[in-house]
Structures are given as structure tokens and as C-alpha cells.
């Protein structure tokens, strides 16, 4: 029987994703395999993880939009320094940057003459990187289970919702949501959702929502969740050990 696995929210920790899919003992050939946004930013190899993402895309996986590649494609493609500076300062860009090799310093001239899009598109493997971007969905729609970045709407069709939204939205959902389909999900991680700072676990709210961001790049879990099963498999950095 084929697995269907769902992995959010990697910030740029290549190591964690890699040890995360041996651990579960990923097999493209037999698995299904769902990635549902923020593979960029904050983390140190965000370059790293998008050619392993664009690897299993052709392999088979279907990956998601997250809002954190949907402000980097905003940054890039318009040149508008103020989302440009959105991304950089605020939202861990210069992390992704520095990941191909760049600094902030580099754009600083493009950013002057308004030619940052054209300047970017010289630039081979960020250009590649934001067509594959562009390549990838807001949902997933099975049966019997949604899975999203963000959420869902509540009371509206995910067909009518503004895609941005489904990468966005966060409370209204988490409290609103009374949807027959369990809706699994990103964008939040998971604390937040339990209420508690140290408790990074999977969400199961009583509302039929499945939050899956264990918080990696600050120091939580990577989760994959396999369905229908509801079997996590999770993966951490290690804890630095205090010398006596």
C-alpha cells in the first residue's frame, strides 16, 4: 500500500531533511510524498534543500507553496526595494542568500537602478531556483484530507479562496475551522498551537486541524506525518552537551 507522507516548514536545514527521509525510509517509487511549503530562509542551506525539492518534484512528490518562497518570488521578480527589504531583513532572505554564495551587498547597485529582476536573472542557479518555485501548488485536495501551508478558509471553497490566504492565514482558521476533512498543515509552528514553548509535537486540534511545523530551524522537530495512519516520524539537531 502506498504511504502518503507530509513534511512542512524545512528553513533551509538540508541535514535535518535528509536524515528525516532516511529515517522514514522514503522510496519514490512506492510512497507519495507531500511537501507543503517554507523550504527557504533562517536555515543555513535553503539553495541545498530547493535542488533536493526540485529532485523528488521530478521523482514524484507534489510541493507545495509556502509563504516564505511566495515573498522571495515577490522580492525577486518585482525589484520593489521595500519587499526586497521585507525578504532580507526580516524574514531570513539574507540566510538564502548567503546559501548561494551571495551577500546582501552584491543587489545593492540593482536595488539603485531598479534593475534587480534582470540583474537576478544573470544570476544562474537563483534563477533556477525561482522558476522551479513558480512551478509549485497552494493545496491538496484528496478524498478524505486537505493539505495546505496555512489553512483554509472557513466556510469558503478552497476553489474560491485567494491562494495567498491559504499561505497565510493562521488564527482565523485554527479557532474557525468545522470542516469534515481533517486539514494538515504548516506556517505555525506547533508551540504556538499547544500553547506551551517547549512542546514542538504535532498539533491535533479538536477542530479536525493537524498542525505538522515542529519548529526545526528554532530548535524544534522536522515531522513527517504519514496518513491515514497518523504516524509521526521526527528528527532534531542535537543538544550541545554541557561540560562539567
Not at 506551551?196 to 530551524?217: K, L, Q, R, S, W
Amino acid at each position: 500500500m502506498t504511504r502518503i507522507l507530509a513534511i512542512s516548514d524545512i528553513h533551509g536545514e538540508l541535514d535535518l531533511f535528509e536524515e528525516l527521509l532516511v529515517k522514514i525510509n522514503y522510496d519514490a517509487q512506492q510512497d507519495q510524498l507531500f511537501l507543503l511549503g517554507d523550504y527557504i530562509d533562517r536555515g543555513p542551506s535553503s539553495s541545498g534543500v530547493l535542488n533536493l525539492v526540485g529532485e523528488l518534484q521530478t521523482q514524484g512528490a507534489r510541493v507545495l507553496l509556502g509563504n516564505h518562497e511566495a515573498i522571495m518570488l515577490k522580492a525577486c521578480r518585482s525589484g520593489i526595494p521595500k519587499s526586497w527589504m521585507h525578504w532580507i531583513n526580516l524574514c531570513g532572505g539574507d540566510k538564502t542568500l548567503a546559501s548561494y554564495g551571495y551577500q546582501v551587498e552584491d543587489f545593492v547597485d540593482a536595488i539603485a537602478t531598479n534593475t534587480l529582476p534582470s540583474f537576478i536573472q544573470t544570476l544562474p542557479k537563483l534563477e533556477e531556483h525561482l522558476q522551479l518555485i513558480e512551478t509549485f501548488e497552494t493545496y491538496i485536495e484528496l478524498e478524505d484530507v486537505i493539505f495546505v501551508h496555512g489553512g483554509v478558509v472557513p466556510g469558503l471553497a478552497l476553489e474560491d479562496t485567494d491562494p495567498l490566504q491559504l499561505l497565510w492565514i493562521r488564527e482565523e482558521f485554527h479557532t474557525g475551522y468545522e470542516g469534515e476533512k481533517p486539514v494538515i498543515f504548516g506556517h505555525t509552528p506547533t508551540y504556538k498551537l499547544h500553547h506551551d514553548p517547549a512542546n514542538y509535537t504535532v498539533y491535533f486540534g479538536e477542530n479536525n486541524i493537524i498542525g505538522i511545523d515542529g519548529g526545526a530551524v528554532f530548535g524544534g522537530q522536522l515531522h513527517a506525518l504519514e496518513w491515514p495512519s497518523c504516524h509521526i516520524t521526527s528528527v532534531e539537531k542535537e543538544k550541545p552537551t554541557s561540560e562539567e
